[in-house]
């Protein structure tokens, strides 16, 4: 090979390490933010569920640092009779950690953005410390929506739906 092909090979691979760098920071810049809970829908057998009901309340922050912390709720979490977070019944305990879900931890952007990887360093769901968590990411203008094909609740699929704060 000649020494002018050569370099234009290079200087070809260089421009699209470029780009892809160029596209992967374009990617992490999207996600950085405060966004709130849409939605989240999971399909079992071919039949949709929303687990946390119509209403779901929910805040996820990613930060430039590769941080994040994220919230999710039902909105008819019951309130504990006792007044106490404590002194919660069997019932009162279990409908709350069945309607929500709290982790935080580091994160990063895999494919150019197409995947995003949490890793949990504290979850109100203990088997997730320490283990990557991949969705299957899409970005468009101010939402941000992921797909979860290894779910915890026992669906094939889970879908949420995120929305940039304002």
Known sequence: MNT??????????????????????????????????????????????????????????????????????????????????????PEENKAVLAGSLSFFGTYRLDGAGGVLILRPEASTFPNWVGADQKRQLTLSGDEMKWVNRAPAIGAEVVEVVWRRAR
Do not use: N, Y
């Open 4 to 89: 002018i092909v050569r370099l234009a090979l290079l200087a070809a691979l260089q421009l699209g390490f470029a780009g892809s760098a160029r596209a992967q920071q374009a990617a992490a810049d999207a996600v950085i933010g405060t966004w709130t809970l849409v939605s989240e829908t999971a399909l079992h057998g071919g039949k949709t569920t929303e687990p946390l009901g119509p209403h779901p309340l929910g805040c996820m922050m990613l930060d430039r640092g590769g941080r994040f912390i994220l919230m999710i709720a039902r909105s008819d979490l019951p309130r504990f009779a006792a007044g106490k977070r404590e002194a919660g019944t």
